[in-house]
Every structure is written in structure tokens, then in C-alpha cells.
């Protein structure tokens, strides 16, 4: 054997030695727990519009989102979560926040959960539902104020709509649309 592996014990014995003890006799101690620190999620519930981006960012499914009846449910997983932040970045109204909670242990998975309920919204022409909620419309007629008058609207009435004021400009009666 060479030199300097025979060395290199001693080499690595002075560099930790340098360094002093970085270990804390955790729970006695506290971690060190720095502000890059990622630990589980919290969705601000005055936020969340139930788009389900962070759903589809999601690595490991920690995040679903179902739709029963008139509502959308967004459920969060803590047992899944990986802690990557992916969702906060993609969430386009900035409702995740990455926490720095990090001690999670339960002895039952129903703590482990956490639910968002939204009520979907009704087509204002049938009464169908839209599968969509009132913060998603919203959103949609701020980045686009001419979808306002469709956007409460489902794709069956607003093809209705279309076509009836195309036809209305080329010269049909308002009374042929009605009843
Ligand atoms: S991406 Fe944001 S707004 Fe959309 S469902 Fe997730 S938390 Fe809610
Ligand atoms: S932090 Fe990562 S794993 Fe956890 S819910 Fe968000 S995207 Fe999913």
C-alpha cells in the first residue's frame, strides 16, 4: 500500500477534527434548520382556486385533486410529500408556501391529510355544471376581459351564443331565439 493511502485516515481524522461536532443530540437539541429549508406545504385556502397545477407538478401524487358532484377536492398527502416545492412554484396565484415544519409524525393517516373544498359553478344558461369554481373565472376574465360574456357559459351554450349573434348580424329577429 502507498503513502498516502496510508495517510489518508489521518488526513480525514484532522479535517473533522477542524470542523468540531456538527451533530445535535436532536429532539434534546435543535436542528439547524436554515431559510432554504424545505418541510411540509400550507395551501392558503382564500387562495386556492382548484386549478390543479400543483396536482400535475406533483412528483410523487402527494397532491389530487377529485370532483364530486358540485364540488372539486383538493387533497394534500403529507405522507407522500417528498418536500421539493414543486407545486409552489407552479401554483399561478402563489397559494403554496413551503413551510418549515418538519416534525410530521402521527400515529393515524387521518392527521396526514389535509382537504380544500370548492363549489363548482353553475352554467348561467342551462344550469349545467361548468367544472369550474368562481376564482377560476374569475382568474380567466383577469387575464382576459373579453371572455366575460362566455366564460359563465357551458361549451354547449356558448356555441349557442355564437351562433345565434352571428346570425342576429346577418339579420335574424331576436324572437327567433326565444322560447
Ligand atoms: S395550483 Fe394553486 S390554485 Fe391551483 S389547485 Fe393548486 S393550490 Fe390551488
Ligand atoms: S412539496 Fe413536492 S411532493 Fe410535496 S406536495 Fe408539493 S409537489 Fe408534491
Redesign the pocket.
Known amino acids: 500500500m502507498s503513502l498516502k493511502k496510508l495517510l489518508k485516515p489521518f488526513k480525514l481524522i484532522s479535517i473533522a477534527h477542524k470542523s468540531g461536532v456538527v451533530t445535535v443530540l436532536y429532539p434534546y437539541q435543535k436542528p439547524l434548520i436554515t431559510t432554504e429549508f424545505r418541510g411540509k406545504i400550507s ?1 392558503d385556502a382564500t ?9 400535475n407538478a406533483c412528483p410523487p401524487n402527494a ?1 389530487t ?1 377529485s370532483r364530486r358532484d358540485d364540488t372539486i377536492v ?1 387533497n394534500y398527502f403529507i405522507g407522500r410529500c417528498i418536500f421539493c416545492g414543486r ?1 409552489a412554484e ?4 402563489g ?2 408556501t413551503v413551510t418549515h415544519e418538519f416534525e410530521l409524525a402521527s400515529a393515524s393517516t387521518r392527521d396526514l391529510n389535509e382537504s ?1 373544498v370548492h363549489r363548482v359553478e353553475k352554467c348561467s344558461g342551462c344550469g349545467g355544471g361548468l367544472g369550474a369554481t368562481s376564482r377560476m373565472l374569475q382568474y380567466v376574465i383577469l387575464r382576459s376581459p373579453a371572455s366575460e360574456n362566455y366564460v359563465h357559459l357551458c361549451p354547449n351554450c356558448r356555441k349557442k351564443k355564437l351562433i345565434q349573434s352571428l346570425a342576429m348580424k346577418m339579420g335574424a329577429r331576436t324572437e327567433d331565439y326565444e322560447g
Open positions: 395551501i387562495k386556492c382556486m382548484g386549478c390543479g397545477a400543483c396536482v397532491l385533486l383538493l407545486c407552479v401554483c399561478p396565484v397559494a403554496i380544500l
